[in-house]
């Protein structure tokens, strides 16, 4: 095919499929997360928040194009730690707020709480987005065939988690 039709794009090598594909779907809501993650920095990086908070940031946003250059070339994910945690201390400090930040378990997101905290809060319902989008690309009646990355965005969002509950405990 010479003439590439503009309702199609590339999924992998020179296979073509339609704009409305799930795998391009969960692809274009990672490129979303990311340029959120970058505006986040920018509006902390203006009012003089915490650089270790925006370091944090990059860090995620690095984790996010290492996730997106697995899917684009259908490699396996093999990074296991987001913001200097592992995944099993990233599951055990998000699930255990008050142990590990003295931040009540389940404290529901209020204005209150400040901007950097809403910031945060925003991010982490992309990442639930973006991990839906991933389930409907990956999953198939025999399971899911990318649990890495599901699994990778589950974590995901637990660091943004414990990134709020830090901003809370320091409040």
Known sequence: MTNKPE???????DA?????????????????????????QCQLQAV???????????DIL???REIM???????SLTTAQIIGLTYKELREQSHNPQ?????EQMALPDYTQ??????????????????AAAVSAFESK????????????NRLSGAVHILMCRVLAEQ
């Open 7 to 13: 309702h199609m794009t590339q999924l992998l090598g």
């Open 16 to 40: 073509l499929v339609s704009k409305n594909h799930p795998r391009i779907i969960f692809r274009g809501k990672l490129d979303s997360l990311q340029a959120q993650v970058v505006l986040i």
């Open 48 to 58: 003089g928040e915490q650089e270790a908070l925006i370091a944090d940031l990059q």
């Open 62 to 64: 690095t984790y996010l």
């Open 69 to 75: 250059r697995c899917e684009v070339l259908d490699t």
């Open 99 to 103: 142990k590990f930040f003295n931040v």
């Open 114 to 131: 400040g901007k950097t905290s809403a910031l945060l809060n925003s991010l982490r319902t992309a990442v639930r987005e973006t991990e």
């Open 142 to 153: 025999d399971g899911v065939s990318r649990p890495d990355l599901i699994r990778a965005l």
